[in-house]
């Protein structure tokens, strides 16, 4: 029964009341989950519990996510539960559902389409974050297992209203890299760590999904943690857990490697041995059935191609190890070269240089406009009053300060303000002066 279950049914979710709420001291829960018409036992255990995006509660409404199974001692149908949610998100999973029998009935998540991912990839793409921790657990593990791999990031918000719009045009520009200026990379892996449904809806979108589908490149969905599942994983040519578990699926370990090249080399090794020992007994056989003269005679060149064959699979050898061994070190040289460190280091090397330049165009354009002010003044004083009190002129006023230029409206009694280029002085009109 238990078998037939597991196999035939599998996980599926499940909505209903929980009740007979029951937690053990060892932080399993036990619980049956019921509605109008039947009931189901349920058993979530302690790991689970802890990573769950709710707790359960008698009276909840809740949507689990388990496997049908047997409890064989005492020969009871439950749920062995891996995902529990508030039923709150209701109107989310059904979204979901719904995208997900779409696009399967349209042969997106078709095994047969899903491409292989290559063995010894040069380049890997990353579409994520620039900031998330993710981001770092992927080339820490680049780095260590396969350090001749050069990483190529395409910078995406992995959260949002409107970030999915910005993962499928990462895919869709890795994919066609000639076009939109990027490295051709072997394998794209796509993701960000984890969090509740809501902060991964992005990966749930349709157009995230028909991008993958249309990617030439092998694609790695690494959304989330290990119970989290997104569109983008059923549309992925591999799904992995976490984006930690994709670096490692995309690249081999450079130390099991080098141990499987020197397991090689020794089998190799030990295999043209026994075959030249082989040999060596049937010629000395063969010499032992002539005559001593004669088979010294006709062994002699034999014997000496046997040598120099020898040493021309010694030499092989050890120039294939040596090889390995030089690859090895050119791809992590190449690694260091195209590192994302070394580009920023660039960026900021001309920025400085930038800064510069603007530094000494800025001083030019201020000593330009200094000596313009110094002409202008120069000017303006060549111009103004003061020049002309200089050269013995002076100017007359009346009492409301306006410039007196015809003495023919004046009248006895006006008050008048001369000025000169030193003083002041003041008069009155009397009759005579008119």
Known sequence: MRNLLEIDIGEIWVEGEISNLRRQ????CYFTLKDDGAQISCVLFRGTASRAKAKPEDGMQARLFGEVSVYEARGQ?????KQLE????GDLQAQFEKLKRKLDAEGLFDSAIKKKLPRFPSKVGLVTSPTGAALQDMLNILNRRAPWVQPVLYPVTVQGKGAERGIAKGIQELGDPGKHGFPEVDVIII????????DLWNFNEEIVARAIHSCPIPIVSAVGHEIDFTISDFASDVRAPTPSAAAELVVPDASELRASVRLSGAALQRSMEGRLRHDAAILSAARRALLPRDAERALRDPIQELGRLREDLQIATDGQLDDLHIRVKEGAALHAAHHPRRGIERRVERLDHTRALLERAGKSAIERSSEHLKGMAAMIRALGPESTFARGFSITLDKEGNIIRNASGLLEGDMLETQFAEGKVRSKITEGDL
Do not use: K, P
């Open 25 to 28: 001291a060892s932080g399993h």
């Open 191 to 198: 993701g960000r760590g984890g969090g509740s449904m809501e």
């Open 86 to 89: 508030d039923a709150g998100m």
């Open 77 to 81: 149908v439950q749920l062995v539960v």
